[in-house]
């Protein structure tokens, strides 16, 4: 089973910078590919970049050059580097895993607010 747990979301300033961490329960996480997501009020989840046990990465493009995805293996974590934040950046972001070579994403956090007032 693999527990995901998400921190560092809070409100902050247009053109801010956060950086969100993700915690993952489980011995293998090195063979698990990472993900964020985000979901906004009334809008669908949306894919923001993923990354592989090999450090290769993937971006959504309304993320692409303002967020970074990367991950630590000896801790067990993933993070989000969020840079210029817009006010339309607001949302709930969520932590996901999935195994490599796997098309759905089965392991979900519980997500972390993220609100950028302009």
């Known amino acids: 089973q693999v527990q995901l747990a998400e921190s560092g979301g809070r409100g902050v300033q247009a053109g801010d910078s956060l950086r969100l961490s993700c915690k993952a329960s489980?011995?293998?996480?090195?063979?698990?590919?990472m993900g964020w997501f985000r979901q906004a009020p009334g809008k669908d989840r949306e894919f923001l970049a993923a990354?592989?046990?090999?450090?290769?990465?993937v971006y959504g493009d309304s993320v692409k050059g303002r967020f970074t995805i990367s991950r630590d293996n000896a801790k067990n974590t993933s993070y989000l580097q969020m840079n210029s934040l817009k006010p339309d950046d607001t949302a709930i972001y969520y932590c996901?895993?999935?195994?490599?070579?796997?098309?759905?994403?089965?392991?979900w956090g519980q997500g972390t607010q993220v609100t950028v007032s302009s």
């Open positions: 996901a895993a999935k195994p490599f070579r796997t098309d759905t994403w089965p392991h």
């Open positions: 990354i592989y046990n090999t450090a290769s990465t």
């Open positions: 489980v011995r293998t996480f090195s063979l698990y590919v």
